[in-house]
């Protein structure tokens, strides 16, 4: 407990008398000074006991008291002491009634007591003080300690943390959910902490912050774990007051052990990271029964279920989101992007207790989900966040809440492979790359290979160099048009649209069948390509497509 002036009138060997301000001997003491300038103020810090003889200062004057005792009570002067008998041989009327009128306790030193006396019993009390809250902070420590090497591990830790407090703790993952706290009900307060969470995230590591304006009557306190660059996760606690010297101490220790904890999770993912590289480079070489044996119990379940294949990469922006171009590959907000996805799908596998192998790549991110799993999900609420975020709603509603993350502009494109096994992981991995292509090419944040395959070709014929050819290609005959000798491109697209069919096509034109003949000749002759040929047929069909759908339809 802090020293305080009760405890100072209570000395036995001091002898103080209470003068004046007896309803606030308990206000904690920090220091005891000595002064006897007419205003000490400048060289106080605020919870000092104030000593004078009143060498100085004319303590029967009351207008003079009263000045003094306010400016002393307003810095922060948390009781003076008068010696008696010095001075004065009693303690002026003025002076007691100015303390009084400003309740600053006033305590009487009689003439035997020093007032080096008064201050080694305060420097004792601090010094003891201070001794306790190491003491009471290295026993939180070791408790700690041997909490975090539990079976429970960080539950345990959180729960003889909160005992310690007198309030609450909170442990959030790095992607900003929350995966433990304590006592349960905590649970609820922690997670209406997630936005200020994702800002002390943002931040690099080691960082703090105090959440001022909170939904409670606590004192919330946020601590970055990790060593790193990034936060690895964050530690909240809440209290009912400002933490002391001992519970400062156990919060350190937390940190410190939950630091430890994050990164030696870290070494460990590396080290996953490396055997699911090599799982997954044997499953794209069609060895999937190596890939087993390698997979072992690590990733093993995810191989024995269907999974699908996802690719992801950042992109930068772009005034144009239909044409969003590649982020500089090892960039910081490339690899933080590809970072924040990373965690999103770890965590939410982690609380399902379910494998998920993810490997990065330079300037790009491959994973391996369980279908329809919890990492799965995870990977369209991110989509869908980097949507809104971009503040242009989906075009369109599909099967699942996948389909549902839209054109997106927030730095990052994901295609994602149909359900499949190990056996047909390459066709995956190309089925993911194209899903990722026609993402990038619509602006999408989130596009999967059952919707390009499902849905029309036209749309992927939205491309610069797929107009680029289409017009080349056409180009001649549009020439011929503009000097009014025939309107060929229209005749072509006709009889294209009735698959060659010479009336049906002439009757739409509204001209004759040998009309139509003579103009299709022209085509040939100006191209120099025969319509007999079913790719030409093709290639021409699609051009007139191209050139007919606009931009980042």
């Not at 000395?11 to 301000?21: I, N, R």
Request: charged residues 25%; contains cysteine.
């Amino acid at each position: 407990m802090p020293h305080t002036l009760a405890s100072l009138v209570s000395h036995t060997a001091l002898k103080l008398t209470v003068l004046a301000g007896e309803g606030r001997l308990n206000v904690p003491v920090r220091w005891a000074h000595a002064s006897e300038l007419i205003d000490p103020v400048p060289y106080m810090e605020g919870g000092e006991l104030l000593l004078i003889t009143a060498l100085k200062l004319d303590a029967e004057d009351a207008e003079a008291t009263r000045t003094y005792i306010r400016r002393v009570a307003q810095a922060g002067v948390v009781g003076l002491g008068f010696a008696v008998g010095v001075n004065y041989e009693g303690v002026p009327d003025a002076l007691v009634e100015a303390a009084r009128q400003e309740n600053l306790p006033l305590l009487g030193v009689p003439r035997r007591t020093p007032f080096i006396a008064i201050s080694k019993a305060v420097s004792a009390a601090v010094a003891a003080d201070q001794y306790r809250a190491v003491t009471a902070g290295f026993e939180a420590q070791r408790e700690l300690t041997r909490a975090a090497l539990s079976a429970e591990g960080p539950a345990d830790l959180l729960a003889r943390l909160a005992a310690h407090l007198d309030g609450w703790a909170a442990l959030y993952d790095a992607s900003g959910a929350v995966v433990a706290a304590a006592p349960d009900w905590a649970a609820r307060r922690a997670a209406r902490l997630t936005d200020d969470v994702g800002r002390l995230r943002e931040r690099p590591a080691p960082a703090s912050s105090v959440v001022s304006d909170t939904d409670g009557d606590d004192r919330v306190e946020l601590q970055s774990l990790g060593t790193g660059r990034r936060a690895r996760g964050v530690l909240a606690v809440g209290t009912g007051a400002p933490l002391g010297t001992a519970e400062r101490y156990a919060v350190h220790s937390a940190v410190a052990l939950l630091t430890l904890t994050t990164e030696r999770s870290r070494s460990l993912q590396e080290a996953e990271q490396r055997l699911g590289a090599a799982v997954l480079k044997m499953l794209l070489a069609g060895e999937p029964d190596h890939a087993r044996a390698v997979a072992g119990r690590l990733y093993g379940g995810l191989l024995d279920a269907p999974f699908r294949m996802v690719v992801a990469e950042p992109v930068a922006a772009d005034d144009d989101p239909s044409a969003p171009q590649p982020a500089p590959a090892g960039s910081a907000e490339s690899t933080a992007t590809l970072d924040a996805l990373a965690d999103a799908m770890d965590s939410a596998a982690a609380r399902t207790g379910e494998a998920v192998l993810a490997v990065p790549d330079p300037g790009r991110l491959v994973v391996l989900v369980v279908d329809g799993g919890a990492a799965a999900e995870a990977c369209a609420a991110h989509a869908a966040v980097a949507e809104a975020r971009a503040g242009t709603p989906p075009r369109s509603r599909g099967r699942s809440a996948r389909a549902e993350a839209g054109r997106a502009g927030a730095g990052l494109a994901i295609g994602m492979s149909a359900p499949t096994g190990p056996t047909a992981a390459a066709n995956a991995y190309r089925q993911a790359e194209q899903a990722l292509s026609v993402a990038r090419r619509r602006g999408r944040a989130l596009v999967e290979h059952e919707d390009v395959a499902a849905g029309s070709v036209l749309p992927l014929l939205a491309d610069d160099a797929v107009r680029a050819f289409a017009d080349g290609l056409l180009r001649s005959l549009r020439d011929h048009d503009a000097t009014g000798r025939g309107d060929l491109v229209a005749s072509l697209r006709a009889w294209l649209s009735r698959h060659g069919q010479w009336d049906a096509a002439a009757a739409d034109l509204g001209v004759h069948r040998h009309t139509l003949r003579y103009r299709m000749r022209r085509v040939e002759e100006i191209l120099g390509r025969s319509l007999d040929d079913a790719d030409v047929r093709m290639e021409l069909w699609l051009a007139l497509k191209a050139t007919s759908t606009p931009p980042g339809e």
